[in-house]
């Protein structure tokens, strides 16, 4: 086994503190990755707090994972040593299921390894990127360009292929509209592939003080969703709402802005369900839909096209010890845009 540390939570009550642990060691097809850097996502807190279900504890959360290659196994050719390589949410899935074999293991149909808070195919638990390294099967690092700055790439892990995947399944770009629901750290980055891709970008927020960032980003509009008069010019416009917004938001009101035949894509996820008429969706036949994370083939595609068009997260980059501070940072929304861990203050 590989003696590894990292910060864990030992309970829902409890605050992550620093603990030791053991990985397991390469295996022919597994790679060892040394951590550099950690994104730092609102699911983090939603798991180690048992929001959603109940965890496995302890718990080393993190999967905005990037870092050096520094093992690799017997069998293992996708890389070599002193590559970079980055894991996202997932590190196994059953490979055989129709989804897995079309590159699809998000939706894997007999449930996929998530890269913290579950279980292994050895039945062991599975710990995240809060830690100095990670072992995983060499199928389930992805390749890592060294033109760009590899803290900021680390929120593309989740962040970035959260947003890129249904604005790609939805082929969002030239002569749509897009809106973009919320300015955190999926809201920015649904905001630069939007405009990447050609899409007329509206950034819809609660914060005015958000408009002059927004355009920074690149946004072509801005709407205060607090403001009736903003809301009542941009009723029945948009072609797609990208919906990132973690807390309770009125969905009904939000579906009011499509088009006919317009869709709104939920990739956020409050604690609490939704209230949802009817009558928002029907009259105007109009769909609500979710999108979770990315494959493996188009986490790659993503983090090649960031490459090539310079495409990288805002971030602040944190000491772990802070951790706690950037959380209540995180949930005030005071991070622009983006929590990543250096790994070396671990």
Known sequence: ??????????????????????????????VQIEIQFCGVCHSDLHQIKNDWF????????????????????????KFKIGDLAGVGCLVDSCRTCENCQEGLEQYCL????????????DGLPTYGG?????????D??????????????????????????????????????????????LGHMAVKFGVSFGAEVTVLSTSPSKEKEAKALGAHKFVV???????????????????????????????????????????????????ISAFSLLGGRKSLAGS??????????MLDYCAEHNILSDIEIIDIKDIHKSYERMLKGDV???FVIDIATL
């Open 140 to 185: 389930f690092a992805l390749r890592i360009s060294n033109k760009l700055s590899l803290a900021a790439v680390a929120p593309l892990l989740c962040a970035g292929i959260t947003t890129y995947s249904p604005l790609r399944y939805w082929k969002v770009g030239k002569g749509h509209k897009l809106a973009v629901l919320g300015l955190g750290g």
């Open 54 to 77: 109940p965890g496995i504890f302890p718990m080393v959360p993190g999967h905005e994972i990037v870092g050096k290659i520094i093992k690799v196994g017997s069998e293992s050719k």
């Open 225 to 275: 969703t607090s403001d009736p008069a903003q809301i009542a010019a941009v009723k029945g416009s948009f072609d797609f709402i990208l919906d990132t917004v973690s807390a309770e938001h009125d969905m009904n009101m939000y579906l009011s802005l499509l088009r006919t035949n317009g869709t709104h894509i939920i990739v956020g996820a409050p604690s609490d369900p939704h209230s």
């Open 292 to 301: 979770g994370i990315g494959g493996l083939p188009e986490t790659q595609e």
């Open 110 to 121: 007999n449930h996929n390894v998530g890269t913290y808070n579950s279980k292994g195919k």
């Open 130 to 138: 809060y830690s100095n390294n990670i072992v995983v099967h060499e």
């Open 336 to 338: 622009r845009y983006r």
């Open 1 to 30: 086994m590989i003696a590894s540390k990292g910060y864990a939570a030992q309970g829902p009550t409890t605050n992550l503190a620093p603990w030791n642990f053991e990985r397991r060691e390469v295996g022919a097809h597994d």
